[in-house]
């Protein structure tokens, strides 16, 4: 499209257009002394070159006055949920404290933000876009608590978990109080007030000692899977914190592994006994110190690797009879957590100890285990005051 300057009117500019027709714009300077370039319209249309000056003309009289022209035509900048959000992740990212999972239960569920505008170790990782029509499109200015209510209660017809609902509610309460708190956002959060959903913990499927021997008899010839399930029931590292345990992160002096928690951020310190030091000794002695220690090598054992190997044992050995959506009952990976913590219980271990050891950032989370705990009250009362 070639443009040429008005030969009669200032400011005006003609436009051949590729059918033959001839389009009109002018330009003037903005109240910040910008110039901008306006399209009147069209020759077709009836526009000529003197209405187009008189267009300008309004224009340049009403900057005169401090009136923006345009502004009947500029929308309204809003600010969205997703926008928001992704300035949770990517300040969290700037921590070390992003994790995928995350971002992809937001995806999932709230709203749709692109990985790799939180960083290009993400570029490669595909994401619902399930939560593309939801609240994530929203202005966050017009999101209220009846929105909040609705969007639980939405989760709930679908049949998500209690617990899931929960944690999907807590992430969006975390991604506003962000801006609230980093950016100044002036907002009160529609997700203060929102009751949790009851959950009932009275079930929390662990094993026996007795099964944990027969699971660990049954991989016992498998060595990543033994390796797993070993450091698993003795640290209670949820399944990609084991599988992020590099040799680097093993202290064979202190009997100690750091374990990075991918939830939550940051490291924590898992223990082992005297006898798995001797196995582990024996098993990273050839291995450099960014190899993994499951698997072996330079490359982390795949999720996926672990889960269809390990999960039809778990179901042979525990789940016979079982629904599959007995979550309560059904033995699954994330079961070795719960045993971990459980036979600690057991054991009479303090239950603040077992709070730092399954590096739980509530009390609350670690007090589903009190009830294992041995009734220890009678005997310390005995004798209190001889």
Not at 36 to 48: A, L, P, R
Not at 371 to 384: F, H, R, T, W, Y
Request: glycine share 6%; hydrophobic share 35%.
């Amino acid at each position: 499209m070639a443009r040429v300057k008005s030969k009669k009117y200032a400011g005006v500019y003609l436009n051949q257009l590729a059918n033959g027709d001839v389009s009109y714009s002018i330009n003037y300077k903005d109240t910040n002394g910008k110039k901008v370039w306006v399209t009147v319209g069209k020759k077709s249309n009836g526009v000529t070159e003197k209405f187009a000056y008189a267009r300008r003309a309004e224009y340049v009289n009403k900057v005169k006055t401090g009136i923006d022209p345009l502004a009947h035509k500029k929308k309204k900048q809003i600010t969205t949920l997703d926008d928001i959000a992704k300035v949770y992740f990517v300040d969290k990212e700037a921590e070390n404290k992003t994790n995928i999972k995350q971002i992809q239960k937001y995806n999932l569920y709230i709203g749709q933000i692109d990985p790799k505008e939180i960083s290009d170790k993400y570029s490669d990782i595909k994401v619902s876009d399930a939560g593309k029509e939801g609240l994530g499109s929203k202005d966050i200015h017009s999101i209220t608590k009846t929105h909040i209510r609705e969007f639980q209660k939405a989760l709930k017809t679908k049949g998500k978990s209690p617990n899931t609902i929960n944690g999907i509610i807590t992430l969006l309460k975390a991604v506003i109080n962000h801006s609230i708190k980093e950016r100044d956002m002036t907002i009160v959060n529609p997700c203060i007030g929102i009751k949790q959903i009851e959950t009932d913990d009275r079930r929390e499927r662990y094993l026996s000692l007795d099964e944990v021997k027969r699971l660990i008899d049954e991989v016992q010839d498998n060595e990543i899977l033994y390796h797993f399930t070993k450091i698993a029931l003795m640290t209670g590292a949820r399944l990609e914190s084991v599988l992020h345990i590099q040799k680097k992160d093993i202290n064979l002096n202190a009997n100690s592994v750091t374990i990075h928690d991918l939830k939550s951020g940051g490291t924590y310190t898992g223990f082992y006994d005297d006898e798995y030091k001797a196995e582990i000794r024996e098993y990273i002695k050839h291995l450099k110190a960014n190899d993994y220690f499951v698997g072996g090598s330079s490359t982390k054992t795949a999720t996926r690797t672990i889960q269809r190997q390990l999960k039809p044992i778990l179901d042979r050995l525990f789940n016979e009879g079982l629904d599959v959506r007995d979550a309560k009952n059904r033995v699954v990976i994330h079961t070795l957590r719960h045993t971990f913590a459980s036979q600690l219980a057991i054991a009479g271990v303090p239950i603040l100890t077992i709070k730092n050891l399954m590096n739980h950032a509530d009390i609350a989370q670690t007090m589903r285990y009190a009830k294992l705990a041995p009734d220890q009250g009678a005997e310390a009362v005995k004798g209190l005051y001889r």
